[in-house]
């Protein structure tokens, strides 16, 4: 869709401007020269054609200015369209940064589960026979409830 709209207003829609600005201009220029002639029957012929002329030139300034406006606002979409670019490359880089942090607090957290767990192996060896929980073991459930590693 772009690349018609592109297509229209970058090469057909300002040729045919300029080719209503020359053949208005041509006109007129040509009725000045036919209303010297003596002929009485194209006078008003010579000032229907000038006056239509004269519209298809003012129609064809205001579009003139419609393309040139247009340009403007071209421009400014490819500097966004840049702008654009340059922010989703930092954003690439930043969504990397962020995923190695993620990572990295995943490897801490189980590294912490880890080291419980291995806590739970030795206090398990220590509960005696009458099933008292004694407080280390308390203490690594507390650990592992804030997700920490447990005193040593």
Request: aromatic residues 10%; proline residues 3%.
């Amino acid at each position: 869709m772009s690349f018609l709209f592109d297509l229209l207003l970058g090469s057909f829609w300002p040729l045919l401007v300029n080719l209503l600005l020359i053949a208005s201009l041509s006109i007129f220029i040509a009725t000045y020269f036919a209303d010297k002639m003596p002929i009485l029957s194209l006078k008003t012929n010579v000032e229907v054609a000038r006056v239509l002329s004269g519209l298809i030139f003012l129609f064809a300034i205001y579009c003139k200015g419609f393309l040139s406006a247009s340009d403007v606002w071209r421009e400014k979409v490819n500097e966004y369209k840049e702008q654009v670019k340059t922010l989703e490359t930092k954003s690439q880089e930043k969504n990397i940064e962020i995923q190695e942090k993620i990572i990295e607090k995943v490897r801490v957290v189980k590294d912490v589960q880890y080291v419980i767990q291995e806590k739970l192996v030795e206090v398990e060896k220590i509960i005696d026979a009458e099933c008292k929980v004694l407080p280390e073991a308390i203490e690594i459930h507390n650990a592992a409830a804030k997700n920490r590693k447990p005193n040593e």
